[in-house]
């Protein structure tokens, strides 16, 4: 960064001038184009059935399941807070963590919503952060590390160590609040309609239809849908699905 390269005088010269074009440049092509993108992803639920508005914009949504085309801004995002920390943070270690850190929330978020339409590129980007977080921790053990950052790290330490138990407990109330608030009521009752809608339409389309649809499913969406026939074929007596 500039913090370590003596050759650049800040405020001073060409650096004032450059200055102006950088914000400007970077408030148009980063900015502009992330809201745009950002903007037509919030549209595109009411304008998908536009042939025109698919195949200008496909290359948002090609790679994502159909309700995860946001999934991009968060690749996006990944890469600028995984740099952001050798702006604001000088110690080696504290750099590195904070990039791990990143990957590591990414890692997570693609475990759990599966965004990619293929079940093999999931796997594979998981597995990809996977090693880069090994690399990053390797590369840690041989960095020299200021002995007055070991109080940060033993006072971060403690409630990470307790995470977990946070996170259960907070699981735990949403499902509770999730059995009880009438709005996820409602929200689930819409869902049941929904479901309701799509059985009766696919089942009267004919057989060359409907094996075109399952064809053209993403991988995550097929398994739900195969592991939601499984679930009616075996309980197929409605009285057996409550305990």
Known sequence: ?????????????????????????MTVWCGGLGALFAWIIYISPRHWADRDFRLRWKFLFLKFRTDCAWFSLVIVGKGVAANVGFI?????????FFSLLCLGAYCSLVG????????????????SHIVLLFVG????????????VNEGVEALSIPLAFATCLATAGSVVHMAVTQEVGRFKLMRSEAISQAREVVDRLAHTDEEYFSKFMNELPDHDFEAFAIA???VKRDGNIGSWSL
């Not at 921790?137 to 007055?148: G, K, Q, T, Y």
């Open 137 to 148: 921790f390797s590369i840690a053990w041989f960095l020299e590390r200021d002995p007055s």
């Open 229 to 231: 026939s499984v679930a």
């Open 112 to 127: 759990v919503v599966r965004p990619w339409r293929a079940y093999q590129t999931n796997v594979l980007d998981i597995l």
């Open 88 to 96: 604001f943070l000088s110690e080696p270690g504290t750099q590195i």
């Open 1 to 25: 960064t500039l913090m370590v390269d003596r050759s650049v005088l800040c405020y001073e010269g060409d650096w004032s001038t450059m200055l102006v074009i950088g914000v400007v440049s």
